[in-house]
């Protein structure tokens, strides 16, 4: 039998385990990427571990989140970013580099390797053939110093793609889309999706960087494309050919599901408020005014994208209704169309040009105003997200979001008299790492620098064998961790502070929720619907949920990374057996779990008494045995910390 894209990856880097879908194994990672949103924790976790230098191949600690500066907080953070990179054995990515996602991509991608990130949208360079997974900061530190990357083998969805896009309106984040329509944002959970076919080979690198990336909106572990002639000619251009190495399905591989895709028969999609995979075709809402567009992001943000941009743009102005933001993913691209005249479009038409950032996309700068339409090329359109709930954000490819720009009403651009040019990539692109700095050739040298706002990493007792614990909140499917943590400039400057941030938990759903448990001076618990945990990596929202007592969440059920985290910090995360009994929770009940060591142990049954209502219920998880572990310490860190002394 042959073998697929993604058994070949994971065989090559097999530590223990039988890949199978399931299968619990251990793989040997090559690359590991933080950012400053979630790596001054990961950091200072890496550091509390105790080893004196990383232990993979590569470490890159990215700046691209927090890039306001508004207060001492962000520079600091930076300050600690860079000094920890050159201690301990990371290249650092100075502010206005670029994203994290789209200068890996550059500068770092190998196709074959296996890459973690503490961002969720890691992914990305799967577009080059390579299993990149998001995952959180802790489990980002880990690996740094040493350990494998300990996982349940995923399944694997097979994306044949046939025939061909129809240029320059329909672009590759209608792919996507697509697949967020047909399978929604839980649909991709428990997958690693292998996109192939003869349509396939009709997308270059940056193209299935778009695909990948978003495959995070899926809830997918990760999505990959074959390494081909596009992935060896953007490598060439990236002077980076030496790396470049063929890898490709056998002809008689097999998966577990198969999904197929007609490239021609796409046309332009939307995603409406406030999920990525509420997608509707664009002229199906076409009229409806628009008071912001926002092009760019870890999504869409290439040089090709950036060009053919300017194409629509050229000689005209953008609509006086809106303001139009552009932020390029990499100062690769930024430095690429400033020298050709790029740039120059982009400003004479009224775009507002920012920084090589995740930006907008994040709430950080360019936040919509009061039940405005925002139109952006990004991945995520949670509530909230953008800085401001009451905005309405909608997700389509930047060549439709332009010419929304231009007509100042959604519009599907093949009903107008506008015009695109999709030229194919350059054949050499433009190389400067001098805002790369490599890790310190004298690592005794570093004085690691932590400002006042850079607190310890806090750790929670171990499990007890009975939990007693109140009702904190009860909510619906689909809670993101913007939901849960939300980001934003208020919240980010907070982010290596979990006393001061966890201020924060919930406010964007329920503003009593903190006062509400600090008042109690009790344990708590939540009860979630389905998805629970949805979004970004982002470890804070079981951090700081932690810090302020939570023990257990009880769900319909979990995204991967988020119940990770959880388990990652001691909190239990459980299954509630029978969907519906979400309705015997009401906020305020007081629950009891028995025998919880016992039932780690044995048959991971758990019985929970609603104290309050007479209500008992089952609950039931599946976890491996370092999951048990873990739990039983209080967390990753403390069984870290175990297997490296002992």
Not at 329 to 340: D, L, P
Not at 351 to 379: H, Q
Request: hydrophobic letters at 40%.
């Amino acid at each position: 039998m042959g073998k697929n894209i993604v058994q070949k990856v994971i065989e090559e880097h097999l530590v223990s385990g039988e890949p199978a879908a399931g299968n619990e194994i251990a793989v040997k990672v090559d690359q590991v990427l933080t950012q400053d949103a979630t790596g001054t924790m990961a950091w200072l976790q890496f550091e509390a571990i105790g080893v004196p230098r990383v232990r993979v191949e590569m470490a890159v600690s990215y700046v691209d989140h927090n890039m306001q500066q508004v207060t001492f907080r962000n520079a600091d953070d930076h300050r600690y970013l860079q000094t920890v990179a050159g201690k301990y054995g990371a290249y650092f990515s100075r502010p206005g580099n670029g994203i994290c996602h789209q200068v890996h991509l550059e500068r770092f991608s190998r196709p074959g390797a296996i890459q973690l990130g503490s961002d969720s949208h890691t992914p990305t360079t799967g577009g080059i053939g390579q299993i990149a997974i998001g995952v959180g900061g802790l489990d980002a530190a880990t690996v740094l110093a040493g350990s494998p990357y300990e996982m349940k083998f995923p399944k694997v969805l097979k994306v044949q793609l046939t025939s061909e896009l129809q240029r320059p309106w329909v672009t590759a984040m209608d792919v996507i889309l697509e697949m967020l329509r047909r399978r929604t944002v839980k649909g991709g959970v428990g997958f690693i999706v292998e996109y192939g076919g003869p349509g396939a080979a009709t997308l270059n690198v940056t193209e299935r960087a778009t695909i990948t990336n978003m495959g995070a909106e899926l809830g997918a572990t990760t999505s990959i494309f074959p390494s081909d002639e596009h992935t060896r000619a953007y490598l060439r251009a990236q002077g980076r050919e030496e790396v470049w190495r063929e890898l490709s399905a056998d002809d008689d591989a097999e998966y577990d599901e198969v999904e197929e895709i007609n490239l021609s028969e796409l046309e332009p999609l939307i995603a409406k408020p406030h999920q990525p995979d509420n997608v509707v075709k664009v002229k199906e809402i076409a009229g409806l005014a628009v008071d912001q567009v926002c092009v760019g992001s870890c999504t869409n943000s290439s040089f090709q994208v950036m060009a053919a941009v300017a194409s629509i743009l050229e000689g005209r102005t953008i609509h006086p209704r809106l303001s139009m933001t552009v932020n390029t993913g990499s100062k690769q691209v930024y430095t690429m169309i400033a020298e050709q005249g790029i740039l120059a479009t982009l400003i004479a038409a009224g775009a507002r040009i920012m920084e090589s950032a995740c930006g907008p996309c994040i709430g950080v700068g360019a936040t919509p105003g009061t039940n405005a339409v925002s139109v952006r090329s990004f991945n995520r359109n949670f509530l909230g997200r953008s800085g401001n709930k009451n905005a309405k954000l909608y997700l389509c490819n930047p060549l439709v979001a332009t010419a929304c720009a231009l007509k100042g009403e959604i519009v599907d651009p093949r009903d107008t008299d506008l015009s695109a040019r999709w030229e194919p990539l350059p054949e050499t692109l433009r190389i400067d790492d001098n805002m790369l700095v490599p890790p310190a050739e004298d690592p005794d040298s570093v004085e690691v620098i932590k400002g006042p706002n850079i607190k310890d990493v806090p750790v929670k007792e171990p499990l007890g064998e009975v939990l007693r614990d109140k009702i904190g909140i009860v909510l619906g499917d689909n809670i993101s961790t913007d939901e849960i943590m939300p980001a934003g400039t208020e919240v980010l400057q907070y982010r290596s502070n979990i006393p001061a941030i966890s201020d924060y938990v919930f406010v964007r759903t329920d503003e009593s929720f903190v006062a509400r448990v600090r008042e109690w001076a009790t344990d708590f618990a939540v009860v979630g619907g389905e998805n629970y945990g949805q979004g970004s990596s982002r470890e804070h929202a079981a951090i700081a949920p932690m810090y302020l007592g939570l023990r257990v969440v009880l769900a319909k059920s979990f995204a991967r990374i988020h119940r990770q985290n959880l388990i990652n910090f001691g909190i239990l995360p459980l299954l509630l057996r029978n969907p519906e009994d979400h309705s015997k929770f009401k906020q305020g009940d007081e629950i009891e779990i028995s025998g919880v060591l016992k039932a780690l142990d044995g048959d991971q049954v758990f019985t929970v008494h609603n104290l309050t209502n007479g209500e008992t219920v089952e609950a039931y998880e599946t976890f491996s045995e370092r999951d048990v572990d873990c739990l039983k310490l209080g967390g990753l860190l403390p069984y870290t910390r175990e297997r490296v002394e002992g």
